[in-house]
């Protein structure tokens, strides 16, 4: 009998920063560890091959670039100096948990840790929440501290090596789906060249938005609730309460929740429910969805897509002896 294998190909940078998103949005008040991502990752993975139907993990790749280890030096002098001190970048939170992650990611079974470099150089950026501080006037250049900066240096090879492992997959045929953890234009290229190969290519980019060109070149995307994985690694309500994560039956959706949680544009959405694809009533002159209706729906929809992979796969196996 044919297995089903899938792979998973994490941008790791892309990852940590939608993880951290929701970290500080819903949970500010509780410490985000290495382990805590390690979790989330193990989480989605099974969430995607239950979804998927696919019975075997060939590997997860994850992807991302040693944290940086150098002494800077700060752009601004601190009050009462006439010249910048140093920063030593061994010593910061972000190098420490970057360190330990990948520490933690090296002990696991059938997850290859791929390492990029850092560029060797790179600059002091304001950062954008200041920057448009100054714009509106609420801030004045004087009034700037090293604490409005960021030191910017860009990944090198990252995206490359993610292309190079999914074309040998792809070639070798290793697995049969694909599931890509990622959002930029970048992975068009190796996203066509899987799909011409009768690879399943699917995009989870975690709640974020997918650049277009990307979108037209994968079989589908799905992402689950972050949110509520955090809540239980916590055992702690989020704060605000996000809608996503709502579990009362009767609670009712606005079209634009309903939108983010099928993570669909709002305008698609009200063709659906025009055409009664999912149940609705109006409150005054506003739409509005039960939760259970919307569940409802998601899992006919996680069904009918998963029997569509399937169906794919079984012709490529019928036409192509060597699938």
């Known amino acids: 009998m044919h297995k089903h294998k ?5 941008d ?7 993880v951290r998103f929701f ?37 997860i790749y994850y992807y991302d670039a040693p944290p940086l280890d150098k002494q800077l030096r700060f752009p601004l002098p601190a009050p009462g100096h006439l010249t910048p001190g140093t920063k030593n970048c061994r010593l910061e939170p972000d190098y420490l948990f970057q360190t330990a992650l990948h520490e933690k990611l090296k002990s696991f079974r059938k997850l290859a840790l791929r390492m990029g470099k850092l560029s060797n150089s790179g600059q ?18 004087s009034d700037l501290g090293n604490d409005d900066f960021y030191f910017s240096v860009q990944q090198k090879g990252v995206d490359t090596r993610i292309g190079v492992y999914i074309t040998t997959l792809t070639l070798n045929r290793y697995a049969d789906t694909i ?3 990622a959002s930029d234009a970048d992975f068009v290229p190796v996203a066509k060249l899987a799909r011409t190969h009768g690879i399943d290519v699917v995009l989870d980019p975690l709640w974020g938005k997918v650049d277009a ?3 037209t070149h994968i ?42 949680i099928l993570n669909v544009s709002r305008s698609y959405l009200v063709r659906l429910l025009e055409q009664g694809e999912i149940p609705h009533h109006k409150v005054g002159r506003h739409r509005r969805v039960r939760y259970q209706d919307l569940m409802d729906y998601k899992t006919a ?20 002896p060597e699938y």
């Open 6 to 10: 899938i792979a998973f190909f994490i």
């Open 12 to 18: 790791g940078g892309y990852v940590i920063r939608r």
């Open 23 to 59: 970290h500080r949005k819903y949970f500010p008040h509780h410490e985000l560890k290495p382990e805590h991502v390690v979790t989330i990752i193990y989480h989605l993975v099974k969430k995607h091959k239950e979804a998927l139907k696919r019975d075997e993990l060939y590997r």
């Open 124 to 141: 002091w950026q304001i950062k954008d929440k200041v920057l448009k501080d100054l714009l509106s006037r609420e801030k004045q250049f």
């Open 179 to 181: 599931v890509l953890m």
């Open 213 to 215: 060109d990307l979108q």
């Open 219 to 260: 079989d589908g995307k799905q992402s689950f609730d972050v949110v509520g994985q955090l809540r239980h690694i916590f055992q702690h309500e989020p704060e605000p309460r996000p809608s996503m994560t709502i579990k009362d039956k009767q609670a009712l959706h606005t079209v634009e929740e309903v939108a983010d």
């Open 301 to 320: 929809m996680d069904i009918k897509r998963s029997s569509a992979l399937d169906e794919l796969s079984a012709l490529s196996r019928k036409y192509d």
